[in-house]
């Protein structure tokens, strides 16, 4: 075997080795959020999560709806682990709900807005956010909020905070059914 068939075999055999490294270190399970126990204010949950539960949180809502002129108000807290070297980048929630709207209505929303607190949670950076339906008729819809994240540690555990106002004029209604938290991506410190 001469230098250059040495040097194109070398050349191979790196490749391939770097290959290997690179899909081991992709098949890897990647961290996330862990979720826990959730307390409420002012609406119940009907699947309190029983141990911690991984990426994703679907939580349903027994009663937060308003209609005829009402407001519901229903302030939710989720208990956070975050794994040690990591904290959160960014965190999605989903909302699942209806609205109806008669001709006569100025309609229906929904707003929220977001706190974060202890671990590595950090603290919110995004504005109160609304969603006005004011259509008429029956609406079935999915909302998604992207919050963006800023922390201030390192791992550990903390509490998500979600504020939740439905609110109806007369003649409409809103009901919020179901609320999933998405656990987001999670940088190294």
């Known amino acids: 075997m001469n230098f250059k068939q040495f040097g ?5 055999s790196t490749i391939f080795g770097m290959n290997v490294i690179v899909t081991k270190t992709l098949a890897q399970d990647l961290p996330s959020i862990s979720f826990g126990a959730i307390t409420t204010v002012g609406c119940s949950v009907a699947n ?3 141990g911690s539960v991984r990426t ?14 009402q407001r519901q108000r229903c302030i ?12 959160v980048k960014d965190i999605q929630i989903l909302y699942e709900a209806s609205a109806k709207v008669s001709s006569m209505s100025k309609g229906a929303s929904l707003s929220r807005t977001y706190s974060f607190s202890g671990g590595a949670v950090g ?4 504005l109160p956010k609304t969603t006005n339906f004011t259509s008429n008729g029956s609406n079935e819809f999915a909302e ?12 550990g555990q903390g509490q998500l905070g979600i504020n939740i106002i439905a609110q109806s004029s007369p003649g409409s209604s809103i009901d919020i059914s179901k609320i999933v938290i998405l656990s987001g991506n999670l940088s190294p410190c």
């Not at 994703?56 to 005829?68: H, M």
């Not at 939710?76 to 904290?87: C, H, K, N, Q, Y």
């Not at 998604?144 to 791992?155: E, M, N, R």
């Open 48 to 50: 309190q999560p029983t």
């Open 144 to 155: 998604q909020d992207d919050i963006t994240v800023l922390s201030a540690s390192c791992g």
């Open 76 to 87: 939710l807290r989720a208990e956070t682990f975050i794994p040690s070297g990591f904290f």
């Open 56 to 69: 994703t949180l679907p939580i349903t809502l027994d009663n937060i709806s308003a209609s005829e002129g």
């Open 123 to 126: 603290q919110a950076i995004s």
């Open 8 to 12: 194109v075999l070398l050349s191979i």
